[in-house]
């Protein structure tokens, strides 16, 4: 159930925004051109800064769109075209950063921040409450009681 | 020092880190925008371009047995302006073997801008698709690579080349790869 | 010879500024009453002088005036009045003066509503603002300053960038700064407080309004920015979780958090020594969001130019107000009384909750923003972190936390009754599944997790109802008894019921982004393409003449069936001063659903690219920003935050005890 909940928010999150590709970009097979897209939308524009190449007019955005586009019709699968941009530009070009050592902390440090936080606030509601004051005596516990009925 | 009191010095001490970080980020050497070339070391793709001007095409065969700089430009390049005379000092000294592949470009219109900043190449291939600058990695202009003996690209640098960098990198890449 | 005025009087800020902080927090020391008044008249007085300053470069805009190399570097004569003024706040020294201007502005604020504060706390107060002002008076003077000539003057200017002339973005920086540099307000709350060694609810009483204000102008900000991101950037995104607009949420998260948590620290006493730290957290990460958008350290679609000898010095000054007021808070917070207990499951914990979940998002997005960075300066790879990192951290996180916005406002204090709140919760239960049933029917089976998003969002609004039909006693008390509770409730819980709700309107908003129908097509005069159940038909193209571009626009009629339901005209406009082409888009809205029509490249045959969208809902992304914000105002409203001048009447500073349930 929990796991269905996350699933939900990650895909959830992930926003469909407009596209920059042509018309004439575009692939006839639709299965082919879903992929495609789903795979630039993985892929950074370079020469825009936080763009995927999707989502960019950019001439070089242009140009991979049209490569991957080849390379799908050429009957290459996703992990083998998206190998292609990556051989050439480096893992810079992936927007979602590759899970391995160099990124642990970044990908794990969300959840162990709010396991953290927790752990501190659990400390934090397990303080032991202050230690009881002096007995009242006879003369305080009357006053109390006659102020306790007053309230009311 | 209690325990209590520790943590909370926490604040400090994560921000004091952070400002090391930031103050990394303002060194000279930092440029977001600068990336490694993921093609370092790996054999320099084939391709085979027309030649400009009516010339005989360029190919990746062409360099045989030398080390070779290749210089991405375009007319339309502004800071390609600004390492023309650092290309044509470099090229009149005969200090590197010098190819020239004009990107994205109208032919006239490079053979315009050679005439007017001078030609350093001792051959040049045109990219009319871009196809091939892609395959070099390429994600703007100016950028040049340097191949060796062996036909692997050994180094990048983006963007117009300075005396500077001809002097601290250049020089030192070709004693290195064993200039003749 | 008016600029030269404009600077002198921002020089005169700067030194008026240093008298305010000297005057102030030697006041405040030596409880010396006179220096405390004088201190606040000085406050005054350094508004009057930066707005001085302000209205000069403001005027030499409006004029043209290109001796000025602000003026030179950042506009033009061609351009229409609006963007002459946008211009001022469009670039980084004049944005700065606005920063400094809004700085000076809420300091001015307290010296004037200060009577009913205690006078340490107020001097306190404005001291810890005029040192922030001297540093940032400072960073003007010396590293960007705008009132600097140019000779000789150019005949022209260079113009603003095309594509931030845009009524939209008139507003969303003003906004923006009165967000995050009103939470300069509760920072100084934090650090006079620490000076004092003393939080106690009276305290908190007084943060709250000026976080609640701040909060509502950052909210609105950041609704503008996303919405003028979406009608001008012609891809129909509207987050890209770009270092800029993380460097704005940040502070947003951190500043929703400090509102919940001061209610603790008001209400029950506690959670004290974690709201100072929050309090500080907030407006440094205002600090070190203005440092990320200027000093280069970070690409971005819009940061400001890119120079590390201004990012070194607002390093030094982030070093200084963030390091000093956190060793402030090492020293001296655990001075601080603890307070009460609560159990887990109550109010206290719900909020207790609230600030966990948002803390852990805020560091989510911190970490993410200059994870690239930290990389590289350990010797890593050189990475880069985009939307989808965003997606599965910060989504997950906030889940829960929506879930519990519909909850927790029907938890008692002190110890909640869990499975009471639950049952009295059914209606909302019922709403989740109406609403999740209509969705999945009107969508043909759409997305499921686009489904389950409408839900939440139901659950949200659902909960907001009960909550106030709850407090209200609806349908079990009798009518008259409905009504007087209804008008004398304090206003802060309806400002609540309001901010809960809109919140629940944007969480639709962003969950019926699944929904969304496309079509790209190549299209010829008189084509049609079909969207969504729409038509769109080709009717014209034509060239158009704007006061500083020329403009293909194409003419398009939106058909249902065969009913014209709007004429939309999408236009490429090409600027000749900058050389830039901007696309701008057209777009129908009911404020239910938008139709986006966005023209592409034509193809020189006759054919133009045409990108057309189907977005239900997306207008209630920014509708429910805008309902938080009025939320929030309502929740100022409240006379609870005037308590000063009944408390002045009354002849004392302490507050009356306050049993209502808010």
Redesign the interface.
């Known amino acids: 159930m929990i796991r269905a909940l996350i699933a939900a928010a990650i895909l959830l999150g992930a926003m469909p925004a407009a596209l920059a590709v042509e018309p004439s970009e575009m692939l006839p097979n639709p299965a082919l051109e879903a992929r495609a897209e789903a795979i630039g939308k993985q892929l950074r524009c370079l020469v825009c800064q936080n763009e995927s190449i999707e989502d960019s007019g950019a001439d070089l955005a242009h140009d991979l769109r049209v490569i991957i586009r080849e390379r799908l019709k050429a009957g290459d699968n996703d992990g083998q075209v998206v190998k292609y941009v990556t051989d050439r530009y480096g893992a810079f070009v992936l927007l979602k950063p590759p899970v391995e050592p160099a990124t642990y902390l970044l990908w794990f440090s969300p959840f162990a921040i709010l396991i953290l936080g927790a752990a501190g606030a659990w400390f934090y509601l397990r303080r032991r409450p202050a230690p009881p004051d002096e007995p009242l005596d006879l003369d305080q516990r009357r006053q109390l009681e006659r102020l306790l009925l007053d309230d009311q | 020092m209690s325990w209590?009191?520790a943590i909370?010095?926490l604040?400090?001490a994560a921000?004091?880190a952070?400002?090391?970080?930031?103050?990394?980020?303002?060194a000279?050497g930092?440029n977001?925008?600068l990336?490694?070339?993921?093609?370092i070391d790996?054999p320099a793709p084939a391709f085979d371009l027309a030649g400009l001007k009516g010339e005989a095409r360029l190919t990746n065969r062409a360099f045989t047995d030398e080390i070779v700089f290749v210089n991405f430009f375009a007319s339309w390049c502004v800071p390609c302006r600004q390492e023309s005379p650092v290309l044509m000092d470099l090229s009149r000294r005969n200090v590197i073997v010098l190819y020239g592949i004009d990107y994205?470009d109208k032919p006239a219109d490079a053979e315009k801008f050679l005439q007017q900043y001078g030609d350093p190449y001792r051959r040049i291939g045109v990219d009319d698709?871009?196809?091939t600058a892609?395959?070099?990695?390429v994600?703007?202009v100016p950028e040049t690579y340097a191949i060796d003996r062996t036909g692997h690209i050994r180094w990048r640098h983006v963007g117009p080349l300075t005396d500077d960098v001809v002097k601290n990198e250049i020089l030192p890449l070709l004693q290195r790869l064993g200039a003749s | 010879m008016i600029i030269e005025l404009g600077h002198f009087a921002l020089i005169l800020a700067l030194a008026v500024a240093t008298l305010q902080a000297g005057l102030t927090l030697t006041g405040a020391a030596r409880n010396d009453l006179n220096l405390m008044a004088a201190g606040r008249l000085a406050a005054l007085a350094q508004f009057a002088l930066i707005a001085l300053a302000f209205a000069t470069l403001v005027h030499a805009y409006f004029v043209s005036d290109f001796s000025v190399a602000n003026v030179a570097e950042n506009s033009s004569s061609a351009k229409p009045l609006l963007y002459k003024l946008t211009s001022v706040w469009g670039n980084h020294e004049g944005s700065m003066v606005l920063w400094v201007l809004i700085l000076a502005l809420y300091g001015a604020a307290i010296a004037w509503f200060g009577d009913a504060m205690p006078p340490r706390l107020c001097a306190r107060v404005l001291g810890v603002k005029g040192l922030i002002a001297i540093g940032f008076l400072l960073f003007i003077l010396l590293t960007s300053n705008p009132f600097l000539r140019l000779s000789p003057a150019p005949e022209e200017g260079m113009g603003l960038n095309p594509i931030l002339q845009d009524p939209g973005l008139a507003f969303h920086p003003p906004f923006l700064y009165l967000g995050y540099v009103g939470f300069s307000v509760a920072f100084a709350f934090a650090v006079a407080a620490l000076i004092d060694g003393r939080v106690d609810a009276a305290w908190a009483r007084w943060v709250r309004p000026w976080t609640l204000a701040s909060w509502c102008c950052l909210t609105l900000g950041i609704a503008m920015g996303s919405w003028w991101a979406y009608y001008t950037l012609g891809w129909g995104g509207w987050w890209f979780w770009d270092p800029v607009e993380n460097a704005s949420l940040m502070p947003w998260l951190a500043g929703t958090a400090l509102l919940h948590s001061a209610i603790v620290v008001e209400r029950r006493d506690t959670l004290k020594s974690w709201t100072i730290l929050l309090a500080i957290l907030t407006f440094s990460l205002s600090l070190v969001g203005t440092f990320l958008v200027r000093s280069g350290v970070l690409t971005s679609v819009h940061a400001f130019a890119l120079d590390p000898r201004r990012g070194v010095f607002i390093l030094v000054l982030l070093c200084i107000a963030i390091g000093g007021s956190l060793a402030l808070y090492a020293w001296r917070a655990p001075a601080v009384e603890p307070g009460g207990v609560f159990a887990p499951i109550s109010r206290e914990g719900a909020l207790l909750l609230n600030n966990l979940i948002l803390a852990s998002c805020c560091a989510t997005v911190f970490i993410g923003t200059l994870y690239p960075l930290f990389l590289d300066a350990v010797g890593g790879p050189k990475l880069s972190v985009g939307y989808p990192f965003f997606d599965r951290t910060f989504v997950p996180l906030m889940i829960p936390l929506l879930l519990a916005v519909g909850l927790g406002p029907l938890l008692a204090w002190k110890r909640g009754d869990f499975l009471g709140a639950l049952q009295r919760l059914w209606a909302a239960f019922a709403a989740v599944i109406a609403a999740m049933l209509v969705t999945f029917y009107l969508s043909h089976g759409g997305p499921v997790l686009s489904v389950l998003g409408i839900g939440l969002a139901a659950w949200m609004g659902g909960g907001a109802i009960v909550e106030i039909a709850d407090r209200l006693r609806l349908f079990r008390a009798p009518w008259p008894d409905v009504v007087r509770r209804a008008l004398t409730q304090p206003r802060a819980s309806y400002g609540m019921t309001l901010a809960h709700y809109g919140l629940a309107v944007t969480v639709a908003g962003i969950a019926a982004s699944g929904f969304e129908q496309q079509g790209i097509a190549l299209l010829h005069l008189g084509q049609t393409l079909p969207v969504a159940g729409y038509t769109l038909r080709f009717d014209g193209i034509g060239r158009h003449e704007g006061i500083n571009y020329t403009a293909d626009r194409g003419d398009f009629t939106l058909l249902e069936g065969t009913r014209v339901v709007a004429q939309l005209e999408p236009e490429r406009r090409f600027f000749p001063l900058q050389q830039q082409t901007v696309s701008k888009t057209a777009i129908h809205t009911n404020f239910f659903a938008d139709f986006y029509l966005a023209l592409g490249d034509p193809d020189n045959k006759g054919g133009w690219a045409v990108r057309a969208y189907w977005k239900p809902l997306v207008p209630f992304i920014w509708i429910g920003g805008v309902i938080m914000a009025f939320g929030g105002a309502v929740s100022l409203s409240d006379r609870r935050w005037r308590i000063g001048i009944v408390a002045r009447r009354a002849g004392k500073a302490a507050l009356p005890a306050d049993r209502s349930r808010a």
Request: charged share 15%; hydrophobic share 40%; aromatic share 16%.
């Open positions: 209590r009191r909370y010095l604040p400090l921000f004091a952070l400002a090391i970080y930031l103050s990394h980020g303002l000279p930092y977001p925008e990336l490694p070339s993921a093609m790996k994205k698709s871009g196809r892609i395959n070099f990695g994600y703007g």
